[in-house]
């Protein structure tokens, strides 16, 4: 086992990770920005490494200064958390180079699955559905030939992709080449890479993803399902552990078909197969996210497994001690994530308690939130028994939290789990559309 891990990344999950490393008495490194000197993470971790500038280029971004960090303070394993650097193959292949263990999959399948068209041909391949659409663009002209045959409206997406960039959905043959472009250009400014591909719109779809672990001897265990439909943006907003709309039949059919596309991609380490499903419960492979999702509470609430604490064993060549048939799905799971809507210094500070309810964060009295990072404040997550009374709790906790001084989305979140429809479970990924901006 490791006795010292260099966390690559900030926030609230690089405490969730120091959190899991003081568990296991593994010491831990942080790196931070120049923005993030007084950052909680900072002065949670044993040891803290100053890594560049404010801006994520100058230092969250910096591969080789991470590394050399991991080098100069003896670390043995570098954990990337999500976002920044955890999902690029170029900073797993430069961690292996230099004999760090990247606590996560291989550079080989990141760039596999990363590759949403690779990806898409390899499910096929492999007796996993997918959303009907086309092989990578040359242009616009072909996008609009290929969209005629499928069928409108359908989605322009980037092959890079991620985060919701690079997508744009076109309803007619006049708004294709514009809708291209747009997609393409952003595309090539978020990922460097623009190459795009169509795929049919499907509407109304949930969007279910199935949360796995694999070990080096090849075992893969799914820890059940979450929906993640209420999106802004394609910006996921509140994700729950199980689906009520996932029946048990089908979340067996979710759990072989994630079970297959991790075996076909030679999988190792935690990662989340992503599906669409329509009303009548068929779904179809969208992408597999190589790393730690920012909505994995909710099924560790649910399973009782600690992910964190896997994906390190897992990265230090410890077989999971459980098989398919010991998972459970218990209860009812939600998180709300806390975003800011704009910049600010953090002024009066409460967080709900009461028994499963926590709020994940990195804030603190007095903070100045940095304008260069993610948006987000925190992850408002609830379990109960059942998913009436974890509504309940969700919505009392949210009334009770409260983020002075920057404006956030606190009110918006309870007027979502208020709505008849999400109490229903009959939502969709389109939920806001109806719903008005939160």
Same mark, same amino acid.
């Given at each position: 086992?490791f006795?010292?891990i260099?966390?690559? *990344? ?13 568990? +296991? /008495?593994?010491?831990?490194? !942080?790196v931070?920005?120049q ?7 900072? $002065?949670?971790a ?7 500038g404010p801006?994520?280029e100058?230092s %969250?971004?910096d ?6 960090a991991?080098?100069?303070t003896?670390?043995?394993?570098v ?5 920044f ?12 180079? %230099? ?12 760039? #596999? ?7 898409r041909?390899?499910? #096929?391949? *492999?007796?996993v559905? &997918? ?6 663009l ?30 744009r959905?076109?309803? $007619?043959?006049?708004? +294709?080449?514009? !809708?291209?472009?747009?997609a ?8 460097g890479?623009?190459? +795009? ?20 001897s090849?075992r893969? &265990? ?12 394609n ?9 009520p709309?996932?029946?048990?039949e ?18 190792? *380490?935690?990662?989340?197969v992503?599906?669409?499903m ?16 920012v ?33 459970q &799905? ?20 409460h967080?709900? /308690? /009461? ?25 408002m997550?609830? %379990?109960?028994?059942?998913?009436e ?6 919505q ?14 606190i009110?918006? @979140?309870i ?9 229903? /479970? ?6 806001? @559309? ?5």
């Amino acid at each position: 086992m490791f006795t010292k891990i260099l966390i690559a *990344n900030r926030g609230e999950i690089a405490i969730r990770i120091i959190r899991a490393c003081k568990e +296991m /008495g593994i010491s831990t490194v !942080a790196v931070y920005s120049q923005a993030d000197k007084e950052s909680l993470h900072v $002065a949670l971790a044993d040891q803290a490494v100053c890594i560049g500038g404010p801006r994520a280029e100058e230092s %969250y971004l910096d591969k080789k200064r991470i590394v050399g960090a991991a080098m100069a303070t003896g670390a043995q394993a570098v954990h990337p958390g999500y976002g920044f650097l955890a999902e690029n193959a170029e900073f797993a292949a430069l961690c292996k180079q %230099y004999g760090l263990a990247f606590i996560g999959p291989s550079a080989e399948v990141i760039s #596999k699955m990363g590759d949403k068209d690779a990806a898409r041909r390899l499910m #096929k391949e *492999n007796g996993v559905p &997918v959303t009907p659409g086309t092989d990578i663009l040359q242009d616009a002209a072909q996008a609009m030939k290929e969209a005629e045959a499928i069928g409108y409206p359908v989605l322009i997406k980037a092959s890079a992709g991620g985060g919701g960039k690079g997508i744009r959905l076109v309803k $007619a043959p006049a708004d +294709m080449e514009k !809708a291209f472009q747009t997609a393409q250009q952003e595309a090539e400014k978020a990922f460097g890479d623009g190459r +795009m591909y169509l795929e049919k719109y499907l509407a109304p779809v949930k969007h279910i993803e199935v949360q796995l672990l694999a070990d080096q001897s090849g075992r893969i &265990v799914c820890l059940g399902e979450r929906e993640c439909s209420i999106q802004r943006h394609n910006q996921k907003l509140i994700e729950e552990s199980p689906s009520p709309a996932v029946s048990p039949e089908i979340r067996e059919k979710l759990t072989q078909t994630a079970t297959r596309a991790a075996k076909a991609a030679g999988y190792v *380490n935690a990662g989340t197969v992503e599906f669409l499903m329509d009303k009548s419960g068929n779904f179809y492979f969208m992408e597999m996210n190589t790393r730690l999702q920012v909505e994995h509470p909710v099924s560790e609430l649910v399973t009782g497994v600690d992910i964190v604490k896997w994906q390190i064993r897992i990265a230090a060549g410890v077989p999971l001690d459980f098989t398919q048939e010991d998972i459970q &799905v218990q209860g009812a799971a939600i998180e709300c994530r806390i975003n800011a809507l704009g910049a600010g210094k953090v002024g009066f500070f409460h967080t709900p /308690g /009461g028994p499963w309810v926590r709020f994940d964060t990195f804030l603190y009295q007095g903070y100045e939130i940095p304008p260069y990072y993610d948006s987000m404040l925190g992850k408002m997550i609830v %379990y109960s028994s059942t998913r009436e009374e974890a509504i309940r709790k969700m919505q009392s906790a949210l009334c009770e939290l409260v983020v002075g001084g920057t404006q956030n989305n606190i009110e918006s @979140q309870i007027e979502i789990v208020r709505d008849p429809r999400f109490k229903a /479970g009959d939502y969709y990924t389109d939920f806001l @559309q109806h719903f008005g901006e939160a």
